[in-house]
């Protein structure tokens, strides 16, 4: 059974950090382009972090550069997204995708919620 599960998420202060995890099974995320969106209550999903395949080459939103850091470890079938210095406006469902030709993979869902 393919699939994709993120874990990570919580109640953070303004300016605290979290990691967020995106774990793989039943299939390896070796070759996949990885995603991480968000979705914040009213608001369309936007992306917020990709790696390559490879793991060689890094974008982010606007929003998130500076502060959101997206790593794997294929070994261990893994994405990661180091959040920090994060903000109210962080807050939403963040969803971590995998893409490799016609495969499109979804995780459920961890909730982030920065407030003081």
């Known amino acids: 059974q393919v699939q994709l599960v993120e874990s990570g998420g919580g109640l953070v202060q303004p300016g605290g950090s979290l990691r967020l995890s995106c774990a793989a099974s039943?299939?390896?995320?070796?070759?996949?382009?990885m995603n991480w969106f968000r979705q914040a209550p009213g608001k369309e999903r936007e992306l917020v972090a990709r790696?390559?395949?490879?793991?060689?080459?890094?974008n982010y939103a606007d929003s998130a550069k500076g502060r959101f850091t997206i790593s794997r470890d294929d070994d261990k079938n893994t994405v990661y997204l180091q959040m920090n210095n994060l903000k109210p406006e962080d807050t939403a469902v963040y969803y971590c995708?995998?893409?490799?030709?016609?495969?499109?993979?979804w995780g459920q869902g961890t909730q982030v919620t920065v407030s003081s």
């Open positions: 039943g299939f390896t995320l070796r070759g996949f382009v």
């Open positions: 995708n995998a893409l490799n030709l016609g495969w499109d993979y």
């Open positions: 790696i390559s395949g490879s793991g060689s080459t890094t």
